[in-house]
C-alpha cells in the first residue's frame, strides 16, 4: 500500500515531536570526552529534510554540535564509493558487533571475521582505507569534502573537541593497535588520528538533515543538486545503519520504529528514509549506550506518526514532490 504524505504532514509530526518531547529529563551528557559534558543539556532541535531539498525545523536546529559517531556513516560511504561495496565488505565487513561502540572484546570476538565500518574499529579502518593512502592531509581533504556536499555547505572541526578528544582517546588506541594486525590498511595512529577529527566535527541539525536526505535520495543533494556519490550505496549504506547504528541497543530500536538511523555521543540521532527523507533529532543527554534520550524519543514519534518503518507494508511516499535529480 502506498501512502502520501506533504510537507504540512511532516512539520506536524516534528512539531508534535518536539512539543511532547521538550521536557523529558531522562539521560545525561557523555563526559569520558570532557568538551561534551559542557554542552548545554537542554538544547533540542527536530530537522527534516525533504526529497525536493525543502528543510522543516523546529528548535535548536542550528547550534553545532559533535558529529561524532553519525561521522562513521559519510567515511562509510566514502570507502564504498572509492572501492566499490564489496571490497569495503571483504575488508572490513558489515556485520553488528551487539556489543559497545568502542569494545575491544568484539575485536577479539571476531576471530578475524569481518565487523562494520559504523563501530569504532571499523571506523578507524574505513578511515585507513580512504584514498590517498599514506596522505593524511589528502585523506582528510577527502573526508571533509565529502560531509561538506552530503550537508550541502561547508563544516569545519570544533578544534576544543578535537583537542579534548586526542587528550582522552586512550581506548580507541588500544582498537587502533589492536585492530592493525589485519584491519588497518594505512599507519594506524594517522588512521585514528582521521577517525578522532572526523568525530570533532561540528554540525547543525540542518545540515544533518540534509546529509540524511542525500542518502535517502540516492547520492544527489537534494539542496544543492549534486551528485555525491553512487546510487546503488543508499541500500548498502542504509542496511549498516539498521544494523549496527544503536550498538547494543540496535534491535530494540529497529523492532520499535524500523527507522534506519545512526546516532552520536554529541546527542544527534540522524535517520534515513531511502526514497523519502531525511529526519534528525539532536538533544545531549543520553542513555547507558551513548543515544540521545530526547532524539530517540522524537524519532521515535514521528516515525510512528508518519509510517516511516521501512519493514513495513505501507510505503510512504512525499505527495508531490519530485525528487531533486543531478
Ligand atoms: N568520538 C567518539 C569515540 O570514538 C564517538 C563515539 C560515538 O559517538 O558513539 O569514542
Not at 515531536?17 to 554542552?39: F, M, Q, S, W
Not at 584491519?183 to 585514528?192: G, W
Request: glycine letters at 10%; a negative charge; hydrophobic letters at 45%.
Amino acid at each position: 500500500m502506498i501512502q502520501k504524505i506533504d510537507k504540512k504532514a511532516v512539520q506536524d509530526a516534528v512539531q508534535m515531536a518536539y512539543d511532547r518531547c521538550k521536557n523529558e529529563t531522562g539521560g545525561k551528557n557523555a563526559d569520558y570526552i570532557p568538551y561534551l559534558a559542557d554542552v548545554p543539556s537542554n538544547l533540542f532541535g527536530i530537522a527534516a529534510c525533504l526529497p525536493d531539498g525543502d528543510v522543516v525545523a523546529v528548535g535548536d536546529t542550528d547550534y553545532k554540535f559533535g558529529i561524532e559517531s553519525v561521522s562513521k556513516v559519510p567515511t562509510a560511504i566514502l570507502a564504498m564509493n572509492q572501492y566499490g561495496g564489496q571490497e569495503v565488505l571483504g575488508k572490513i565487513g558489515a556485520d553488528a558487533t551487539g556489543l559497545p561502540f568502542n569494545s575491544i572484546m568484539a575485536i577479539l570476538l571476531e576471530n578475524d571475521h569481518p565487523s562494520t565500518p559504523l563501530v569504532n574499529a571499523g571506523a578507524i579502518s574505513a578511515c585507513s582505507m580512504i584514498k590517498p593512502v599514506g596522505d593524511s592531509d589528502g585523506k582528510w581533504k577527502a573526508i571533509v569534502s565529502f560531509i561538506a556536499d552530503l550537508a550541502g555547505s561547508d563544516v569545519a572541526v570544533i578544534d576544543e573537541l578535537y583537542k579534548s578528544e586526542t587528550a582522552t582517546n586512550f581506548n580507541n588506541k588500544s582498537i587502533a593497535w589492536l585492530k592493525n594486525y589485519n584491519r588497518i590498511y594505512d599507519d594506524p595512529d594517522m588512521a585514528l588520528d582521521i577517525y578522532t577529527r572526523q568525530c570533532s566535527i561540528g554540525v547543525t541539525a540542518r545540515q544533518l538533515a540534509t546529509m540524511a536526505a542525500t542518502i535517502a535520495n540516492s547520492g544527489v543533494n537534494p539542496v544543492t543538486g549534486k551528485a555525491v556519490f553512487k546510487p546503488e550505496l543508499t541500500p548498502k549504506i542504509a542496511s549498516m545503519m539498521a544494523t549496527v547504528g544503536f550498538y547494543e541497543h540496535t534491535g530494540d530500536w529497529l523492532f520499535t520504529t524500523g527507522l534506519p538511523a545512526k546516532t552520536g555521543v554529541g546527542g544527534g540521532i540522524m535517520g534515513v528514509v531511502p526514497g523519502v527523507m531525511g529526519v534528525v533529532a539532536f538533544a545531549p543527554p543520553l542513555d547507558g549506550a551513548g543515544n540521545s534520550v530526547k532524539a530517540q524519543k522524537a524519532l521515535a514519534f514521528i516515525a510512528g506518526h508518519l509510517n516511516l518503518n521501512v519493514f513495513g507494508t505501507t510505503r510512504c511516499v512525499m505527495a508531490g514532490k519530485e525528487p531533486v535529480k543531478a
